[in-house]
């Protein structure tokens, strides 16, 4: 038996640090919303008890440090499954990039081996278990658009925000998350008001929406890498409603109303970065699948 299944990308429309935990994480509270820019798994049964990670990526690991693998092997150790999985995952998403992409894949293979074992686990139950694989792999499983606290594994979940274009834009650079949170000082924010992005959402305000966007981890990362902030200061200048990095980045997306000045502002960063995407918030949860 083969399943496909998509795991599309998420970006921050807000991202707050409050505290560091005594269990070492970050007290976080965060505003996220899938895109329609997805990687795509095809999950299929295999006669041998093994996990196999297929994917022509150089970038994605294929062994245990693969999200989707540790996915697949929390599913059979926890409900003692005895049947092989081949997992191929035809990336799309950018690695390293602010994106959620490797929690997406997890929450992706959460939900198709749900499925494809017949588990009958519930949404809840499936990202309550992908909590234990990475902090956005939880949101990852519902999907849409909602308010992550704690570590960012819990959720509350909110409605679609106003329609708009999506342009991201990567530089070829990785940006490794633990580094940003070892270099945040705390004391030395501007903080995003989470609670006004949120009555934004709700009501369907796209001005106050763009006016609300912030994302602490920009003070660490913009810092530390130039070709960051020159992403933004042209995204800005060719014309974005808004814009911000995504996550800990160095993904940069600028919210657009208008199909023409969306034309204009992903074609002009055409000219200096190779990946630039235009797509679509998904808003609801319930488009992913």
Known sequence: MKLMIKAPAKINLTLDVLHKRPDGYHEVEMIMTTVDLADRLELEELRKDEIRIISHNRFVPDDSRNLAYQAAKLLKER????????IQIDKVIPVAAGLAGGSSDAAAALKGLNQLWNLGLS???????????????SFCVYGGTALATGRGEKIEHLPAPPNCWVVLAKPTIGVSTGE???NLKLDRMKRPDTRAM?????????EKMCRNM????????????????????QMIR???????????????????????????????????????????MLGDGDQVD
Not at 79 to 86: A, E, H, L
Not at 244 to 259: E, N, Q
């Open 214 to 233: 912030g994302n602490v981890l920009e003070s660490v990362t913009l810092n530390a890498h130039p070709e960051v902030a020159l992403i933004k200061e």
């Open 238 to 280: 060719f014309g974005a409603d808004a814009v911000l990095m995504s996550g800990s980045g160095p993904t940069v997306f600028g919210l657009i109303r208008h199909d023409s000045r969306m034309h204009r502002v992903y074609n002009c960063l055409r000219g200096f970065c190779d990946q630039v995407y235009a797509v679509r």
């Open 123 to 137: 949404l809840d139950e499936l990202a309550e278990i992908g909590s234990e694989i990475g902090s956005d792999v």
């Open 198 to 206: 949120i009555e934004a959402i709700k009501e369907s305000n796209y």
């Open 79 to 86: 409900y003692g499954i005895q049947k092989g999985v081949s």
């Open 180 to 182: 940003v949170y070892k």
